[in-house]
């Protein structure tokens, strides 16, 4: 039964989080930046954007839980199909290219060749590399923790049986949304790459923490726990700032590769925490070992967002 009360979670955060859908030929990344001023105006867009998103995250928690034992697995897979069929029907007949007023962008059908070196020129666009390497963990460390781990880590470690570990998780995925939204506020104050990093060094953290403290009471790992899912926000401001580098004809392909990095490493830390605490001897050194490499993991991509070339990043004036 626990394999598959962690396939639902996978499903319903996969269905809300890793949705990223593509208005007509952009992603929405990119699309949603044509409601928005330039600067603050961005950010505050695609946070607001990305904290809707993770309504899947939250509904992974205790509704899942109850929603599992009311109808059984098959009947929450059934209402998670019919929430997704829904989503794509809303998208295909509310989603417009262009805020009321505005006409949509023209375009015309490329040529291969002609969307290849459209392609390259986004890979030679200065500054790129940076927030690749940070933005390739940023989101999936916590995705891989909430999603996979944070369920049999709190039955293994601190004997929550269903409904306390539903309920621990509801308040984890709310901690998500609210740290989106509370980002660009802060970058405001104290400017996005200080920011960020202040969000990587947050995130890393509390996984450090609770692989060297394995005898960590209940409220202590929550606690970290949620801070960890809080400041696992950061990634707002890299997209942000990974929109800023391209020119609007590149501005489809640019955040389309950013988001890229989000997916592939949301695909690639799984597999590692799961070969690391496979290897690891006994519940609770198994966890520690899957727990230090997610926060590895955060601090490397943060030495390389510090230490690779990079574009002067945006600065965003507070609101008026």
Known sequence: MRWKCGVLRCVAAARASAYRPRVRNRPLPARSTAWARQGQGVARALSAMFALSQGGIVLAGAPLALLSGALGWRGAF?????????????????????????????????????SLRGQFAVWRTPGLARILALHSVGYAAMATLLALWAGPYLHDVHGLGTAGRGWALLLLGLAVPLGQLAMPPLAERIGARRAVELGAVASALPLLALALWPGAPLGAALGLLALLCFASAFPVLLVAEGRALFPEALAGRGV??????????????????????????????????????????????????????GARPPQYSRSR
């Open 78 to 114: 059934l209402g998670a199909s019919a929430a997704t069929v829904a989503d794509g029907l809303l998208w295909w007949r509310f989603a417009a290219d262009a805020p009321p007023g505005r006409p949509p962008p023209a375009g015309r059908r490329e040529s291969l060749a002609e």
């Open 256 to 309: 389309t590769t950013v988001n890229l990095a989000q997916v592939l490493g949301s695909a690639l830390l799984p597999l590692l925490v799961g070969a690391a605490v496979g290897r690891a001897v006994g519940g609770g050194g198994g966890y520690g070992a899957g727990l230090a490499l997610l926060g590895a993991a955060l601090l490397a991509g943060l030495a390389g967002y510090r230490l690779l070339p």
